[in-house]
C-alpha cells in the first residue's frame, strides 16, 4: 500500500486490482476505450508499467483505477483513470492522479495522455498542451472488422 486518503487507500499492487470491476466500470462507464474487447484489456493490464488502485479502507471496494504505460527511463503515457460517482467530489481524483505521476518511480518523467474532460485537474500536475514543436500524432487507424 502507498498511503491512505481520507477513507481511502491507494495501492500500486496490481495483484489488489479488481480486474473484473475495472473492466466493468471501462467497458459500460468510460468514453474512452470503447472498442477494447475483455482480452485487449487483459492484455494491457498484463503488460502495464504501472497501476494504482484506489480502495474503501472499510471495505476494500476498488472505487478508482489509472494505468501507465512507460519505456520505464523517460518517458509515460497516462491511461484509464477514474473514479467511481459514490466517491467523488472528496479530492480522491486529484490524489490518484498525484500517486501515479508524482509518487513513484516515474516522478521526472516526461508524461502525456488524451482526455476529452478534466483538462484542469491535468494541469495541476504539469500537462499541458505539447509546446516544443516536436509532438506528433496518428489518430487511431480502426480495424475492419
Given at each position: 500500500m502507498i498511503g491512505t486518503f481520507g477513507a481511502y487507500e491507494l495501492d500500486d499492487d496490481p495483484d489488489r486490482i479488481d480486474r473484473?470491476?475495472?473492466?466493468?466500470?471501462?467497458?459500460?462507464?468510460?468514453?474512452?476505450?470503447?472498442?477494447r474487447v475483455r482480452a485487449d484489456f487483459d492484455a494491457?493490464?498484463?503488460?502495464?508499467?504501472?497501476?494504482?488502485?484506489?480502495?474503501?479502507?472499510?471495505t476494500g471496494r476498488q472505487v478508482g483505477f489509472a494505468r501507465a504505460i512507460s519505456d520505464g527511463v523517460a518517458f509515460a503515457y497516462l491511461s484509464?483513470?477514474?473514479?467511481?460517482?459514490i466517491a467523488r467530489g472528496a479530492g480522491l481524483g486529484?490524489?490518484?492522479?498525484?500517486?501515479?505521476?508524482?509518487?513513484?518511480?516515474?516522478?521526472?518523467?516526461?508524461w502525456s495522455l488524451h482526455t476529452s474532460d478534466a483538462h484542469g485537474l491535468y494541469r495541476q500536475y504539469g500537462f499541458t498542451e505539447p509546446d516544443d514543436g516536436r509532438y506528433l500524432e496518428?489518430?487511431?487507424?480502426?480495424r475492419a472488422g
Open positions: 473484473d470491476a475495472v473492466w466493468d466500470f471501462l467497458s459500460t462507464e468510460a468514453y474512452w476505450g470503447r472498442e494491457q493490464l498484463a503488460s502495464a508499467w504501472r497501476l494504482v488502485g484506489a480502495y474503501e479502507t472499510a484509464d483513470v477514474y473514479v467511481l460517482p486529484k490524489e490518484l492522479v498525484a500517486t501515479i505521476v508524482d509518487r513513484g518511480p516515474g516522478a521526472g518523467f516526461r496518428r489518430p487511431p487507424q480502426y
